[in-house]
Every structure is written in structure tokens, then in C-alpha cells.
């Protein structure tokens, strides 16, 4: 009868430090769920934030007459946005699936091995509209921006 | 031994026995209502991580149609720089022109998106002295989420 009782006892604290570990377990291996969605939440935030509102705000930093203008090369579109009158400008352009960003003379060659890295897309393209309105568009959506300062007209 | 000696001895076999269920059940309670915190504390983060994601594409698509009402003279153009697949809707209501444009989560033009991008369009007339203050504000299943005012300025030459 002893012997009965304290086998019931043991299988019954197996059973509840069974329960314990299970919980935790199902525990640790929702919350390594919920922290990876949310990690990659993040990271597309700041990847849509990188290719799509810092091109604008490169662009409002240096609104001058003419600044923004569209290149071609062979890779595809460059986007120039002059420093002033400086002669140097800041280009913007896709190498592989890399958007890149380099500062230089406005006419020398890109400069790809000194450029920093703003975010990885496969898509790169620019599309000039009327009065000074600019679309590219890139992996994470089109960014609009508006040129207000226009060229001056002729005399 | 005498029966009452007996009996007393069952009874305290049976106090430790019964105390250790006691403590087991309030321990698993214990554990139980610390797991149940911890599951919506992980639950509400995820929450707000969506949330933010939405936030995201709220403001980037009001950034969009406030570049596009910078560069618009009257709400005609408005809609032709942002419509595409049809997305966007002009209505005018009691002097107020109001544009409704519909996007898909990934931010793409889609007319039965579930973000709405509402512009309010603000004329020059209306202004007086002043610049026209259009409004912008961003809903994702009808709900608003991001709202933005700009004062559309005049054209710069230097």
C-alpha cells in the first residue's frame, strides 16, 4: 500500500514538472516568433524609409535653379542633384542590386567603390512629369518629390 | 500502539500529503497567470509592430500626394499625376473639391485598396491673403491614421 501511494505521488509530480517545462518551452518558442516578426517588421520599415524618403530629402536639401537633373548610363538612370555652384553633386544610382549614393564632380565618372550604400533594389527608375515633378520608383514603392525652383527664364 | 495513537499518525500522513497538493495547485496557478502576462505582452508587441508598418505607408503616401499637390495648380491635375488603374475619385461638395485616392498595403495604386488617401484641396481664392492649406489624411480600413496639412507655395524662380 506504501509503495502504491508513493508511486502515485512521483507520476503525479512527473506529471506537473512535465506541465512546467511544456509551458515553458510553448513559451520561449512564442516569444522567438513574435520577436522575429517584429525584427523583420522593422527592417522593412527602415529599407522602405532608406529608398523612398531619403531620396526626397536629398533632393529639398539642395532645391536650386536646375540642381536635379537625370543622366543615362549604361547601368541605368542617374540622379544628379547639384551642390550649388560648387561643381560637385551628390549621384544617386543603382550598381547590381545596390542603390548608391556618391559625392563628386557633377561631369566625372561614378565612382561606385567610394559610394555608400543607401539600401539593396533591383528596380531604379526615374520619370521627369511637368513642373518639376519627379517619380522613382525602386523595390519599396515610388517616391514623389517636387522641384520648386525652376530654371530661370531666358531674357 | 492504542487506536487513537493510530489515528493520529494517519492524520498527520495525511496533512503533508495534502498540503503538497495544495502548494502544487497554487503553484501551477502561479505559473499559469505568469504565462498568460507574458503571452499578451508578447501578443500586443506584435500588435504595435504592425501598426507601425502601417504608419510607415500612411506617411509615405501622404508625402507622395503633398508633392503632387505642390506641383498641381488646380485638383484636375491633381488626379491626373496620381491616378493609375483608375484609383483615384474627384468630388466636389458645397464649394470643396475633395480627391479620394485607394492603395494596396504594398503602396501600390489599387482602387479597392485598403489604405485612402484623402485630400482636401484648398484654392487660392478660398486662402484670401494667405496661403491655400490643403489637408491630407491617410486611412487604412477607414480608419485615419496619418494626417498632414501643407500650404502650397508659389512657384520660385531665381
Known amino acids: 500500500m506504501r509503495s502504491d501511494g508513493r508511486s ?18 510553448l513559451l520561449v518558442v512564442f516569444g522567438a516568433r ?11 520599415n527602415s529599407r522602405a524609409r532608406a529608398l523612398l524618403s531619403y531620396l526626397s530629402v536629398c533632393v529639398k536639401g539642395n532645391d536650386t535653379e536646375g540642381a536635379v537633373t537625370v543622366s543615362q548610363t549604361d547601368e541605368g538612370p542617374v540622379l544628379v542633384i547639384a551642390d550649388g555652384v560648387s561643381g560637385y553633386a551628390i549621384r544617386i544610382y543603382r550598381e547590381g542590386n545596390r542603390l548608391l549614393e556618391d559625392y563628386g564632380k557633377a561631369d566625372a565618372p561614378l565612382n561606385p567603390a567610394g559610394a555608400q550604400v543607401i539600401g539593396e533594389t533591383k528596380v531604379f527608375s526615374i520619370e521627369t512629369g511637368a513642373d518639376g515633378l ?22 | 500502539m492504542s487506536r487513537e495513537g493510530m489515528r493520529n499518525r494517519g492524520k498527520k500522513q495525511a496533512r503533508p500529503a495534502t498540503a ?24 500586443l508587441s506584435g500588435q504595435m509592430s504592425g501598426r507601425a508598418g502601417i504608419l510607415t505607408c500612411a506617411v509615405h503616401l501622404a508625402e507622395n500626394a503633398a508633392e503632387a499637390a505642390a506641383a498641381s495648380e488646380n485638383p484636375e491635375t491633381l488626379k491626373e499625376l496620381l491616378e493609375e488603374n483608375g484609383n483615384v475619385r474627384l468630388q466636389e461638395s458645397g464649394g470643396e473639391c475633395m480627391l479620394c485616392a485607394w492603395y494596396a498595403d504594398d503602396m ?3 482602387p479597392e485598396g485598403d489604405f485612402r ?9 478660398s486662402a484670401g491673403e494667405g496661403l491655400p492649406r490643403s489637408t491630407i489624411t491617410v486611412y487604412w480600413e477607414e480608419e485615419a491614421v496619418y494626417t498632414l496639412e501643407i500650404a502650397c507655395r508659389q512657384e520660385v524662380t531665381s
Do not use: N
Request: glycine share 4%.
Open chain 1, 134 to 155: 519627379f517619380e522613382v520608383t525602386t523595390d519599396a514603392g515610388k517616391t514623389l518629390f517636387h522641384v520648386k525652383c525652376k530654371e530661370a527664364p531666358d531674357e
Open chain 2, 117 to 125: 488617401v484623402d485630400i482636401r484641396w484648398a484654392s487660392a481664392e
Open chain 2, 108 to 110: 501600390s495604386p489599387a
Open chain 2, 20 to 43: 503538497f497538493y495544495m502548494e502544487t495547485l497554487m503553484l501551477a496557478a502561479v505559473f499559469v497567470a505568469v504565462i498568460l502576462v507574458l503571452v499578451r505582452i508578447f501578443a
Open chain 1, 34 to 44: 513574435t520577436y522575429r516578426s517584429i525584427a523583420a517588421g522593422q527592417e522593412q
Open chain 1, 8 to 25: 502515485t505521488v512521483f507520476f503525479y509530480r512527473l506529471v506537473i514538472a512535465g506541465l512546467f517545462l511544456a509551458g515553458f518551452f
